[in-house]
């Protein structure tokens, strides 16, 4: 066979190897982005750049399961933590099916057992260094991590921050729509809710013997009781939550005291210890044996914090 035939058959051989090579290459795409990534969010002073929403998260504190909860991400739990109260009757079922890893804060070791790509803290504690779970630990496991807002907070928060910390979750997740959606329904009931009339002195209680661990200035509870009508007493103390002296909650005559309902102290023995108290014996409050409750996942920064306006307006 002469040389030229030999080329010219070795070329028709080579050509549907090449268009068959050429056509893999002009179908083959870049896997396709999910809408609204890759998403870039600095939470506490960390900035994480997520290219896809987690799969495997880990919620610590009850508050912030809610917000999952609420946007209907319940099938991107991997596993929940640190239960402060009844979660609300529309959570129960989701609830109920998602894994809890430990009654308070699991070990780092049962943490990554759960194989989480994301930890979701409601409080500082959640992301302690000296328990191993500090954010910097994460990452360095691969984890990327989330701390509700009110656990940075440098100044006093409000429904702003609310709208902020669930609508970050929402983008996080890819489900921007459903936190718009929340947002907006928010807004309206606490446009209707809001109290206009002259502001009653209120005292929070959360606990304490010794001392009285109240609610300070900085947190969504200061914010709550100023749109349900009220006035905090201790709205100069600054921070979310910390200790005031029984001698400054007699100064103060608060009208009407919240007692916050969690834990193994039950609401009748709160106010048994206020009432039995011959140093508050004269404060109007207790004179006048006027109470209000919340639980204590209605007055942190979650999706309960609009309709805890209603719920204590209704008792001022």
């Keep these: 066979m002469s040389r030229p035939i030999r080329l010219l058959l070795a070329a028709a051989l080579l050509a549907p190897l090449a268009a068959c090579s050429s056509s893999d290459g002009a179908d083959s795409k870049p896997e396709s982005k999910a809408p609204g990534f890759p998403y870039t969010v600095t939470n506490c002073g960390v900035k994480t750049t997520y290219e896809a929403p987690p799969k495997r998260a880990v919620t610590m504190n009850q508050h912030v399961t809610e917000v999952m909860l609420e946007l209907g991400l319940e099938d991107r739990i991997a596993g929940t933590a640190y239960l402060d109260d009844k979660v609300l009757p529309k959570y129960a079922k989701a609830y109920a099916d998602t894994p809890v890893l430990a009654k308070e804060y699991p070990s780092y070791e049962k943490l990554l057992a759960a194989n989480p790509d994301f930890v979701y803290g409601g409080y500082a504690s959640s992301f302690l260094a000296g328990e191993g779970r500090s954010r910097g630990a994460l990452a360095k496991s691969g984890v990327e991590s989330r701390l509700n807002v009110e656990g940075c907070a440098k100044k006093p928060v409000s429904m702003d921050d ?51 661990f109240t609610a300070g200035g900085r947190g969504i509870g200061n914010d709550i009781i100023e749109r349900a009508g009220g006035r905090n007493v201790f709205a100069d103390l600054d921070k979310s939550f910390g200790d005031a002296s029984w001698e400054s909650v007699v100064d103060r005559k608060p009208e009407v005291i919240v007692i916050l309902d969690y834990g193994g102290t039950t609401v009748a023995q709160k106010k048994k210890r206020l009432l039995d108290d011959p140093v508050l014996a004269d404060i109007p409050a207790i004179k006048h044996k006027r109470f209000a409750v919340l639980p204590l996942s209605d007055t942190v920064v979650g999706v309960r914090a609009p309709a805890a306006v209603g719920k204590l307006a209704d008792q001022l």
């Design 162 to 212: 609310v709208y902020k910390e669930v609508r970050e979750v929402g983008s996080t997740f890819g489900v921007r729509p459903r936190a718009e959606k929340w947002v907006t329904a928010a807004k309206r009931e606490l446009a209707q809710t809001e109290a206009k009339s002259k502001p009653v002195p209120v005292f929070v209680y959360d606990s304490g013997d010794k001392t009285a």
